[in-house]
T-cell receptor, first 113, second 119 residues
Framework: KQEVTQIPAALSVPEGENLVLNCSFT??????LQWFRQDPGKGLTSLLL?????REQTSGRLNASLDKSSGRSTLYIAASQPGDSATYLC????????????FGSGTRLQVQP | SAVISQKPSRDICQRGTSLTIQCQVD?????MFWYRQQPGQSLTLIAT?????????ESGFVIDKFPISRPNLTFSTLTVSNMSPEDSSIYLC????????????????FGPGTRLTVL
């Protein structure tokens, strides 16, 4: 059974810092990996999707990498802003026909102005 | 992408009653999913809903407690039956869409969620 772990559980940084969020998964046979953002009491916003054949994806100040063989992904946020404060969730879609996502427990990020 | 709406956005219900949550998508999709997010927790899959077939439930979730309908390719409902305070959660609908480009892939998109409080 796929398990997804995110470290750290919470992170507080001053505005302007670059930061890295970590995600690990136990079964490397994945189809893709998605990073989401969730604001308090809200739904999920898809940030980046990395196919199993890809190594990284970039969108603006966000860069996500994937090392499938070691079961790891990182989300890099450059020049953090208070508006980046949210919970960041990593989710994997299995490669064995399971179409639903398995989620990590999230990293709660607070960017201090 | 996909635009997904859910109704209601939130509700406060009495123990023992039932609530039906609606999920509407702006385009036809094959796969729809219902997730639950309990307070302070991550998302857990309840069931997968395909049009024209019975929903497939995850371990720990049963049809009598969470009946699902999927009458067409743009709409689904989840009912939370005989509610107890332990059912207080955010319920989220998601869809899978096929993106075609240089690399074709499936991506999942989520609705805004329904925040349910059971007293």
């Amino acid at each position: 059974k796929q398990e997804v772990t995110q470290i750290p559980a919470a992170l507080s940084v001053p505005e302007g810092e670059n930061l890295v969020l970590n995600c690990s998964f136990t079964d490397s046979a994945i189809y893709n990996l998605q990073w989401f953002r969730q604001d308090p009491g809200k739904g999920l916003t898809s940030l980046l999707l990395i196919q199993s054949s890809q190594r990284e994806q970039t969108s603006g100040r966000l860069n996500a990498s994937l090392d499938k063989s070691s079961g790891r992904s990182t989300l890099y946020i450059a020049a953090s802003q208070p508006g980046d404060s949210a919970t960041y969730l990593c989710a994997v879609r299995g490669g064995t026909g399971r179409r639903a996502l398995t989620f990590g427990s999230g990293t709660r990020l607070q960017v201090q102005p | 992408s996909a635009v997904i709406s859910q109704k209601p956005s939130r509700d406060i219900c009495q123990r023992g009653t039932s609530l039906t949550i609606q999920c509407q998508v702006d385009s036809q999709v094959t796969m729809m999913f219902w997730y639950r997010q309990q307070p302070g927790q991550s998302l857990t899959l309840i069931a997968t809903a395909n049009q024209g077939s019975e929903a497939t439930y995850e371990s720990g979730f049963v049809i009598d407690k969470f009946p699902i309908s999927r009458p067409n390719l743009t709409f689904s409902t989840l009912t939370v039956s005989n509610m107890s305070p332990e059912d207080s959660s955010i319920y989220l609908c998601s869809v899978e869409k096929w993106a075609r480009g240089e690399d074709s892939y499936n991506e999942q998109f989520f609705g805004p969620g329904t925040r349910l409080t059971v007293l």
